[in-house]
């Protein structure tokens, strides 16, 4: 499992440098969610099953649907189209699924092997993972449930009042707003 | 069983990814590439936790994982809702357009 680990390495730090590299933000998310998916399987080599899980099913999973939500919110306008044909060719996706393809031979293999357990100086159970979050971090944990409700009532904020505004701007035009119309006229290049 | 994975390369790995994030913040001016690299910048930490927790086979290191996935799900969802509002403000994704705060 040690090859495991250094493909996946490599697979997770091409993937984070076509992140960074690409102009297409579509593109760049493929890619970034090919290298939380390469992490995941360090995660795993590393004896950290229960975080690799998370890792997919959180970072991967739900975070980056967040992402494409708000990508394909803001791909408004007659270019969009254009864009969209441009998704569609094969050089687009080509590039994330070799990569995502090495992660999944390295799934077969082991599980072809059956030797699912972790070569780490001891796996740590999601068992051990629960004791120590409600017990010694119980604090930490509350804390993050009011962190998360914050930033659940702090996107609701920002959302509403961004809906709220263009319904006045589709109203009565725009500018009549303290900081909103200044900052339209202001820097509209 | 085979000899374990080297706590150093798993360090290496994080530094480098966190090391490519800040990259990606400095360089890009797109507010969504800007959110994307400090993904890649938090996600990079949780794995440096992970590594030292599985150096130790402690449990704390996942556990500060947890924290660390719920400071970026909290993070993401204020900042997106941020970037629908630039966007919605500015009629552009340059962070650059909103440098300057209209108090």
Do not use: C
């Not at chain 1, 659940?152 to 319904?167: D, N, Q």
């Not at chain 2, 030292?52 to 402690?58: D, I, K, M, S, V």
């Not at chain 2, 941020?82 to 962070?95: G, I, P």
Request: hydrophobic share 60%; glycine share 10%; aromatic share 8%.
């Amino acid at each position: 499992m040690n090859a495991a680990f250094y493909i996946a390495a490599a697979v997770a730090v091409i993937s984070t440098l076509m992140v960074i590299t690409r102009l297409n933000a579509i593109h760049a998310l493929l890619y970034l969610i090919v290298s939380l998916l390469a992490v995941a399987v360090i995660f795993f080599t590393l004896g950290a099953a229960f975080a690799a899980a998370l890792e997919v099913i959180t970072y991967a999973g739900a975070i980056m649907v967040l992402f494409v939500f708000v990508i394909m919110l803001l791909n408004m306008g007659p270019q969009a189209t254009a864009q969209e044909s441009q998704w569609l060719s094969l050089k687009s996706w080509i590039g994330p699924a070799i990569l995502a393809l090495i992660l999944v031979g390295e799934l077969a293999f082991i599980i072809a092997r059956g030797s699912l357990r972790a070569p780490a100086p001891g796996p740590v159970e999601p068992k051990q993972v629960g004791e120590a979050l409600f017990g010694p971090y119980l604090l930490g944990v509350e804390l993050a449930s009011l962190l998360l409700l914050a930033g659940m009532v702090g996107a609701y904020h920002l959302g509403r009042e961004w809906g709220a505004e263009i319904e006045r701007e589709g109203a009565r035009g725009q500018g009549d707003k303290g900081t909103g119309g200044h900052g339209d006229n202001g820097i509209n290049v | 069983m085979m000899a374990s994975i080297p706590m150093e390369y798993g360090l290496l790995l994080a530094g480098t990814l966190f090391a490519l994030g800040l990259i990606g913040v400095l360089v890009r001016r797109n507010i969504v590439f800007i959110l994307m690299s400090l993904e890649i910048m938090l996600n990079a930490t949780g794995l440096a936790f992970v590594t030292a927790g599985a150096r130790w086979a402690q449990a704390d290191g996942q556990v500060m994982y947890l924290f660390i996935l719920s400071m970026a799900a909290a993070e993401v969802a204020v900042g997106l809702a941020l970037v629908l509002k630039l966007r919605s403000q500015f009629k552009t994704l340059d962070a650059d357009a909103a440098s300057r705060m209209h108090g």
